[in-house]
């Protein structure tokens, strides 16, 4: 899956990074490197679901896709 993300360096010195796809997805780190470090980790906790939607029994089959 590919993903697009903005860094851009904030007012703090910091680089701030976010995701326009996915709302709300942000973070932020001391350098570039570590601000898409941060951020990836950010996307992969935002798409990860809860686990009540997981239902265990013989009518449901859960998948997973790569992207």
Known sequence: ???KVIVEKGEDGY???HCPSLKSCWSQGRT?????KN???????YLEPE?????????????????
């Open 32 to 36: 570039h490197q570590q601000a898409l």
């Open 51 to 67: 686990p009540e939607y997981f239902v265990k029994d013989k009518d449901h089959k859960i998948y997973e896709l790569v992207l």
């Open 15 to 17: 680089f701030v990074a």
């Open 1 to 3: 899956m590919k993903i």
């Open 39 to 45: 951020i990836q980790e950010a996307i992969e906790l």
